[in-house]
């Protein structure tokens, strides 16, 4: 992508401030706040989730319905006037990796997620026209597939390439806070705005009971987070690689970040060895640091001519690398040519998998339809994420390992167990899961299974 961003994701009374920001790069914004409306607020809570926990209030989307307008009056007139107070974030713990590491996510209030939506909203306005194409993350009309796409088109058309894997450590926790406050002064000096941003980062975050006050990091969970570390990371990455990393190097290199993920490209080992070197001193700069175990150079060329028609031995051939959940690694086609293939990256299918079991032992009380019903949703995910043109294998084999979980559960159900597997195939046959099925294929346009 890199033709002009359209302006048909910005919020309508907002696309003059994004004509102004796309037409002056260098401008700063003092006046935004006004844009923030009734109307606003209401397009906001359009867009928050309804099912999310709720936060250190308790407050459901349901309850705060029962009198919505005038919570969102209310909601303005505070914003406006100053006296809004930002809750402390819940924080909760979900698993990372493999499982053993676990990953902190911060749970606003849902007035607080309503509010956030309508700032982020206003400065996606503005934040839209400056993003650089190699940014995916979390913005309007763009996703991680569209991020996998670019990476594996770009480096199909340098014929392979040296690959620089990146890992940012507790980037989410070490993010500078006073840098991000420079940051956004470059562009936006509305007191209101700003005022808001501050009273968020300094909430506090409540766990075991106790509320904390980190001198650093923005909790990951927030609406308002993702487009803090876009901006954040913008600045630190974005704008340095291509303003001042690719003019200096001897052959072509890109760029695709998604969030706090990202990996380079390059034609040249020697460039990439360059910008490896560079790469912690110039996050240093910024408060941030690079995983050393994670963070590593990828040989990622395509196979010699005279390969056999399967993998290359261990330690002749191309590297493998993950990002965004897959494994990325060079294969025949069907007609005999080297390409770049994609598969379920397999710390992430074992967690799904584990995820499943754990689900099906709570649930295995529950009536058959009921967990069928809930099977076939967990289902539908997985595949609406990972159903990609090439990965059919990975499917099966996750449908199949679903129905092997299944079968097991429903078989502790008694002391009386139902033998083999004729009365589950029965089963299946009234309650059917849904069969793999690539949502994302080229070959086709993309359905829902």
Same mark, same amino acid.
């Given at each position: 992508?890199?033709?002009?961003?359209?302006?048909?994701?910005?919020?309508?009374?907002?696309?003059?401030?994004?004509?102004?920001?796309?037409?002056?790069?260098?401008?700063?914004?003092?006046?935004?706040?006004?844009?923030?409306?009734?109307?606003?607020?209401?397009?906001?809570?359009?867009?928050?989730?309804?099912?999310?926990?709720?936060?250190?209030?308790?407050?459901?989307?349901?309850?705060?319905?029962?009198?919505?307008?005038?919570?969102? =009056?209310?909601?303005?007139?505070?914003?406006?006037?100053?006296?809004?107070?930002?809750?402390?974030? &819940?924080?909760?713990?979900? $698993?990372? @990796?493999?499982? &053993?590491?676990?990953?902190?996510?911060?749970?606003?209030?849902?007035?607080?997620?309503?509010?956030?939506?309508?700032?982020?909203?206003?400065?996606?306005?503005?934040?839209?026209?400056? /993003?650089?194409?190699?940014?995916?993350?979390?913005?309007?009309?763009?996703?991680?597939?569209?991020?996998?796409?670019?990476?594996?088109?770009?480096?199909?058309?340098?014929?392979?390439?040296?690959?620089?894997?990146?890992?940012?450590?507790? /980037? !989410?926790?070490?993010?500078?806070? +006073?840098?991000?406050?420079?940051?956004? &002064?470059?562009?936006?000096?509305?007191?209101?705005?700003?005022?808001?941003?501050?009273?968020?980062?300094?909430?506090?975050?409540? +766990?075991?009971?106790?509320?904390?006050?980190?001198?650093?990091?923005?909790?990951?969970?927030?609406?308002?987070?993702?487009?803090?570390?876009?901006?954040?990371?913008?600045?630190?990455?974005?704008?340095?690689?291509?303003?001042?990393?690719?003019?200096?190097?001897?052959?072509?290199? !890109?760029?695709?970040?998604?969030?706090?993920?990202?990996?380079?490209?390059?034609? %040249?080992?020697?460039?990439?060895?360059?910008?490896?070197?560079?790469?912690?001193? &110039? /996050?240093?700069?910024?408060?941030?640091?690079?995983?050393?175990?994670?963070?590593?150079?990828?040989? /990622?060329?395509?196979?010699?001519?005279?390969?056999?028609?399967?993998?290359?031995?261990?330690?002749?051939?191309?590297?493998?690398?993950?990002?965004?959940?897959? #494994?990325? !690694?060079?294969?025949?086609?069907?007609?005999?040519?080297?390409?770049?293939?994609?598969?379920?990256? $397999?710390?992430?299918?074992?967690?799904?998998?584990?995820?499943?079991?754990?689900? %099906?032992?709570?649930?295995?009380?529950?009536?058959?339809?009921?967990?069928?019903?809930? #099977?076939?949703?967990?289902?539908?995910?997985?595949?609406?994420?990972?159903?990609?043109?090439?990965?059919?294998?990975?499917?099966? %084999?996750?449908?199949?390992?679903?129905?092997?979980?299944?079968?097991? %559960?429903?078989?502790?159900?008694?002391?009386?167990?139902?033998?083999?597997? @004729?009365? !589950?195939?029965? #089963?299946?046959?009234?309650?059917?899961?849904? =069969?793999?099925?690539?949502?994302?294929?080229?070959?086709?346009?993309?359905?829902?299974?």
């Amino acid at each position: 992508m890199t033709r002009t961003p359209s302006l048909d994701h910005i919020y309508p009374e907002l696309r003059r401030v994004a004509e102004l920001a796309r037409a002056a790069p260098g401008l700063a914004f003092t006046t935004l706040a006004h844009h923030m409306d009734l109307g606003l607020l209401r397009h906001a809570y359009g867009r928050t989730r309804r099912d999310g926990a709720p936060g250190v209030d308790g407050q459901t989307a349901a309850s705060y319905e029962e009198r919505l307008e005038d919570n969102l =009056r209310r909601l303005l007139d505070q914003a406006k006037s100053g006296t809004y107070r930002a809750p402390p974030v &819940r924080r909760a713990h979900i $698993p990372k @990796g493999d499982g &053993r590491e676990t990953r902190p996510i911060g749970i606003p209030t849902f007035e607080d997620k309503v509010l956030q939506r309508a700032v982020v909203t206003v400065l996606e306005a503005v934040y839209e026209q400056d /993003f650089l194409p190699c940014s995916y993350g979390f913005r309007p009309g763009r996703s991680a597939h569209q991020a996998l796409e670019a990476l594996r088109e770009q480096t199909r058309l340098m014929g392979g390439a040296w690959l620089v894997e990146v890992d940012i450590r507790k /980037f !989410f926790d070490t993010l500078d806070l +006073e840098r991000l406050r420079e940051i956004l &002064r470059q562009r936006v000096r509305d007191g209101v705005l700003l005022r808001l941003i501050g009273k968020w980062l300094a909430a506090g975050v409540l +766990e075991d009971g106790r509320v904390s006050y980190p001198k650093t990091g923005t909790p990951q969970g927030g609406v308002i987070s993702p487009l803090l570390a876009n901006i954040y990371l913008h600045e630190v990455l974005d704008k340095w690689f291509e303003g001042a990393v690719k003019p200096r190097l001897r052959g072509r290199a !890109f760029l695709v970040r998604y969030a706090d993920d990202f990996v380079m490209g390059f034609e %040249c080992e020697a460039d990439a060895r360059r910008v490896l070197a560079a790469l912690p001193k &110039r /996050f240093g700069r910024y408060g941030l640091a690079l995983h050393p175990e994670k963070t590593r150079l990828v040989p /990622f060329g395509r196979p010699p001519r005279g390969s056999g028609r399967g993998s290359p031995p261990r330690g002749e051939g191309p590297g493998t690398f993950e990002f965004l959940g897959f #494994l990325h !690694f060079w294969g025949r086609s069907r007609q005999g040519n080297w390409v770049i293939k994609r598969k379920t990256a $397999p710390g992430r299918f074992r967690r799904a998998v584990r995820r499943i079991t754990e689900w %099906c032992r709570a649930v295995r009380h529950w009536p058959i339809d009921e967990q069928q019903q809930g #099977l076939a949703a967990k289902l539908r995910g997985h595949y609406a994420y990972y159903g990609i043109t090439g990965n059919s294998l990975a499917l099966a %084999c996750f449908h199949s390992a679903v129905r092997w979980v299944w079968f097991r %559960c429903l078989g502790r159900r008694s002391q009386r167990r139902p033998g083999g597997w @004729g009365w !589950f195939y029965r #089963l299946l046959e009234r309650f059917p899961l849904p =069969r793999p099925v690539a949502v994302h294929s080229i070959l086709r346009p993309a359905a829902i299974p």
